[in-house]
């Protein structure tokens, strides 16, 4: 594929001020003139910080996506503490569906997973859904995938090109060519070994992109 999509997960940090900083220095994305038919890139900040990330980027016309990083298996209703993938319509078109941190701190289902991803379709969202390898549940309709070992998230020990390029191959035809990204300790150096590959089409960044400087730099060598 062409195009290489860069995710960033920015995970449960960053308050307001914390992610008014990070925006001012993100800015330099527009000095990139990035051609959004080669790279496209979308930001997945926490659920409360996603109206200040899409008022900021719509207001200094700033060309990225938004995505979230979670999303209730329910519709809208009584669900007290959930936030729904209507909700989440207002602001982003992606969401991440299934991250290993999710699988693992709150021990959600393959069977919870499949309506997450029904709730993200029936809105018109786009899910990325997150295997930790080539033998995971992956549901139907998805079109993006990202393939992230558990012994590379957050570890600075990323699994080889070669190795993510198989098991992306593997995947890719499993699901009838959907786009395979690679998330696990990507860096502005390494980012490009990984996108070089034959069936990688992208990367979901996640703790390198809390500095925005270094994101942009991955963007920059993706
Ligand atoms: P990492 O995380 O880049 O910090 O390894 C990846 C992820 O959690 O998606």
Redesign the pocket.
Known sequence: MDKVLIVA?LKSYQNEIEAKNWLESFKKIKELNLDSSKKEVIICPSFTLLFSFFSYFSSNNINVQLGAQDVSPFDEGAYTGEVNAKQIKDFAKYVLVG?S?RRINFSETEDMLAKKVAMVLKYGLNPIFLVQGQDNFIPEQVKIIAY?PVS???TGNPDTPENADAVAGIIKVKTNNAQLLY????KSGNVKSFTAKTNIDGV?????SLDAEELLKIIQNA
Request: aromatic share 0%.
């Open positions: 997960n991250h941190e992230e590379a998230i957050g998330g696990g300790s990507v979901l960044v996640g703790g390198a």
